[in-house]
């Protein structure tokens, strides 16, 4: 090993480890403390002047005195010439960038990377400072799939934009989108949903708000992805099964002739009338019109509005929570009203809720009068407390799937 070349004195070169998002970085060994460390060559143009190397010698020495696991920590700064040497801890593991590459991660496997990248942010936030760089880059998973965060105080000195936790809220919503489906964000509200659990897919969406302060924060959206039932993640619907092509059946080499009956011979005590042509003709057609008849008048007897002329018949579902689609928290009561068309035919109705919480409230019948083609039912809900999350409520119509509807409001919290 040899000494790296314009380096601070006291380290040897293991090996390069590639460009990041500031400089050249490489493996190296701290030979007084005989720890493997990672050194970070950074052009001194990249930062403004020197109050920006100072402010990054600050806000290093701020995080370094924290115990928190989660952050990848600044050891040493060396600015004495060009370029600025930043010595950071060495973690043995994968960049998420590196794992994304292959596909996005299951929820099983995400959910504990996002957990301590949020854990880290918030260890910041309570230190009054930001990343500002919160990116697939900037993430290292380790072997037993834990992570921790880097790049931040780098990220603060170079950047012209003053970041903080709300914007860092913004990247951690995309980062969480780009781990959990490989995809980046709707760009438009019009943009279809990404391809996940209902309140997932809304809490991700609440994290790109145009309004800083809509946005839930990072523990505060993995609190929502966490509450999410196992079943929701893993209950996609199969991929429909290849059509199975019946193998070809092989046509025998020779086949006997079928057997032909002798024809009989009449005789005068028995004889054969043989109908002529078109005599065959009109048998056969006034055949198929009576046949063709049966077929119509089955089926107008048959059809659901003949057979029962009295029959309601539901013919949408609509669930609205009320006010909405948003709330704040600490409290906030909602009303989940479900409108119900119809035929317009008396009848009675089986109307039932499953609540936010998954409770199931008993079932209410509704009783429809002739000629009325619209009713109502309604749920209430209480949502309480500072976790920012997604609450839906689902109703059914006399237990039918087809009959089925969800609303959802976003409960939202601000955190000054």
């Known amino acids: 090993m040899s000494q790296l070349a314009h380096a601070p004195p006291g380290y040897e070169h293991v090996r390069p480890l590639g460009a990041t998002g500031y400089g050249d970085a490489y493996l190296a060994t701290q030979r007084a403390q005989h720890r493997d460390v990672v050194v970070v060559e950074i052009p001194r143009g990249s930062f403004s002047g020197p109050a920006a190397i100072e402010r990054l010698r600050i806000e290093a020495g701020v995080l370094a005195a924290t115990t928190a696991d989660p952050l990848i920590k600044i050891l040493e700064i060396y600015a004495r010439g060009d370029p600025v040497w930043v010595v950071t801890e060495h973690v043995p593991g994968t960049s998420l960038r590196d794992l994304l590459d292959a596909g996005p991660l299951p929820a099983a496997r995400a959910l504990p990377i996002l957990e301590d990248v949020a854990d880290a942010l918030r260890v910041m936030a309570l230190q009054g400072l930001a990343h500002g760089s919160v990116s697939p880059d900037n993430v290292v998973v380790l072997p037993h799939g834990r992570a921790r965060l880097g790049g931040f105080a780098v990220a603060q000195a170079l950047s012209p934009i003053e970041a903080d936790q709300w914007s860092d809220a913004y990247d951690f919503a995309v980062l969480a989108q780009q781990t959990l489906t490989g995809t980046p964000p709707p760009v438009s509200p019009d943009d279809p949903l990404p391809p996940l659990p209902w309140r997932a897919a809304e809490v991700l969406l609440a994290g790109l708000a145009d309004a800083p302060r809509e946005r839930p924060l990072p523990h505060d959206l993995v609190e929502v992805l966490r509450s999410i039932p196992v079943e929701d993640w893993t209950g996609a619907p199969a991929p429909a099964a290849d059509p199975v092509v019946p193998a070809p059946v092989a046509e025998p080499e020779s086949a006997a002739p079928p057997e032909v009956e002798p024809e009989l011979e009449p005789d005068d005590d028995d004889r054969?009338?043989?109908?002529?042509?078109?005599?065959?003709?009109?048998?056969?057609?006034?055949?198929?019109?009576?046949?063709?008849?049966?077929?119509?008048?089955?089926?107008?007897?048959?059809?659901?509005?003949?057979?029962a002329p009295d029959g309601?018949?539901?013919?949408?579902?609509?669930?609205?929570?009320?006010?909405?689609?948003?709330?704040?928290?600490p409290h906030a009561e909602v009303r989940f009203v479900a409108t119900i068309t119809t035929n317009g035919q008396p009848g009675a109705l089986t109307v039932s809720w499953i609540r936010p919480d998954g409770a199931q409230p008993q079932p209410e019948t509704l009783e429809v009068h002739e000629g009325q083609k619209s009713v109502q039912a309604d749920?209430?809900?209480?949502?309480?407390g500072r976790e920012a999350w997604a609450g839906r409520a689902v109703v059914f119509v006399d237990g039918d799937d087809s009959g089925s509807a969800k609303g959802t409001i976003n409960y939202l919290c601000t955190r000054s």
């Open 312 to 329: 309601l018949e539901v013919r949408s579902v609509s669930v609205e929570g009320k006010p909405g689609p948003f709330v704040r928290c």
């Open 272 to 307: 054969f009338w043989t109908p002529p042509r078109w005599f065959r003709w009109i048998c056969l057609t006034l055949g198929l019109i009576v046949t063709a008849a049966a077929a119509v008048a089955g089926g107008y007897l048959l059809e659901p509005w003949r057979m």
């Open 379 to 384: 749920v209430r809900f209480t949502f309480r």
